[in-house]
């Protein structure tokens, strides 16, 4: 059974620096996109980056240029750099396999990130 789990989740200041990760275990991620989204207190899960199988990546436009998605096939692991900070940012980040061709989707428990003004 497929397996995401987030780490790197924080208190920081508005314009502080994160690094979230992301550790899949029971399927590689080597061959499949990946995924972070967000949830903030009383609003829907939203879509925040993404990157495929060959690194190109695509962001949602409040976090262009502040957010940075990368992978490690080797250690199986997903990244997000987040940068610059802003309390609009605070949210449960959730990391994400999407479901491609015959292969489950798989979501991790979250990393809380809460951004301080």
């Known amino acids: 059974q497929g397996q995401l789990v987030e780490s790197g989740g924080g208190l920081v200041r508005t314009g502080g620096s994160l690094t979230l990760s992301c550790a899949a275990a029971g399927f590689s991620i080597k061959f499949r996109p990946m995924a972070w989204y967000r949830q903030a207190p009383g609003k829907s899960r939203e879509f925040v980056a993404y990157i495929n199988s060959g690194d190109l990546s695509t962001y949602q436009d409040s976090v262009k240029g502040r957010f940075t998605i990368s992978r490690d096939n080797a250690e199986m692991k997903i990244y997000l750099q987040v940068r610059n900070l802003r309390p609009e940012d605070t949210a449960l980040y959730y990391c994400?396999?999407?479901?491609?061709?015959?292969?489950?989707?798989?979501w991790g428990q979250g990393t809380q990130v809460t951004v301080s003004s």
């Open positions: 994400n396999a999407p479901k491609v061709g015959g292969m489950d989707e798989h």
